[in-house]
């Protein structure tokens, strides 16, 4: 069975922080995905990112980066400098590659203030 | 830019009622997905298509039912609304394999009274 376990339910930093958001996976697939989705108060899920099993590179995207270690089942994300308009829940979802359907996190929700 | 559009943003509706929730995706998506969120159960799958006419059972199907008559449109069905189906239901779809992300619409809310 797959498993997505996001432990922080919410966080509250003040502009300029630096956060991560943390995610813990579950599979006895060799071959998964892994994804970060953005859900911004309007409601609509933005897919940010995608990693495979075999890539274990990390990534940055602006203000985000992303740190995959299969050693420990983690794939978490990082925000440089955060901002009002990161605001959002954010979820971490698992695909694996015998399966067509996603296995999302419980969420965390990014409160920023100024 | 892939497009999911759900025909309804907010719904209410009465206990007993017969409920369809439609979703249209423009960019020809082999797999569509129904979702249900609540606050701190996160997404959960309740049905799934892989293909026109073809659907699974997600992990909470039981008082849901599904449609898919067109490549482009998924319609998820309760058959008798209850009080406990009162959540945001968000429709999915993605191209067949390869790890393609999900791309979502932008939810209905039902509430049931």
């Known amino acids: 069975a797959q498993k997505v376990t996001q432990a922080q339910t919410e966080i509250s930093v003040v502009e300029k922080e630096d956060v991560t958001l943390d995610c813990v996976y579950e599979?006895?697939?060799?071959?998964?995905?892994l994804f970060w989705y953005k859900q911004p108060p309007s409601g609509e899920l933005v897919f940010l990112i995608r990693?495979?099993?075999?890539?274990?590179q990390n990534e940055i995207s602006g203000r985000y980066s992303w740190n995959f270690q299969k050693s420990t089942s983690s794939f978490n994300f990082t925000i440089t400098a955060s901002q009002v308009v990161d605001s959002a829940v954010y979820f971490c979802?698992?695909?694996?590659?015998?399966?067509?359907?996603?296995?999302f996190g419980t969420g965390t929700r990014l409160q920023v203030t100024l | 830019d892939v497009k999911v559009t759900q025909s309804s943003r907010y719904l209410v509706k009465r206990t007993g009622e017969k409920v369809f929730l439609e979703c249209v995706q423009d960019?020809?998506?082999?797999?569509m997905f129904w979702y249900r969120q609540d606050p701190g159960l996160g997404l959960r799958l309740i049905y799934f298509?892989?293909?026109?006419?073809?659907?699974e059972k997600g992990d909470i199907p039981e008082g849901y039912s599904v449609s898919r008559e067109k490549k482009e449109r998924f319609s998820l069905i309760l058959e008798s609304a209850s009080t406990n189906q009162t959540s945001m239901y968000l429709c999915?779809?993605?191209?067949?394999?390869?790890?393609?992300?999900?791309?979502f619409g932008n939810g209905t809310r039902l509430t049931v009274t």
């Open positions: 999915a779809s993605r191209r067949q394999g390869g790890g393609s992300p999900l791309h």
């Open positions: 599979t006895r697939d060799t071959t998964y995905y």
């Open positions: 990693r495979n099993s075999f890539d274990e």
């Open positions: 979802a698992l695909l694996t590659g015998t399966a067509s359907k996603l296995t």
């Open positions: 960019m020809d998506h082999e797999n």
């Open positions: 298509s892989y293909d026109v006419k073809m659907k």
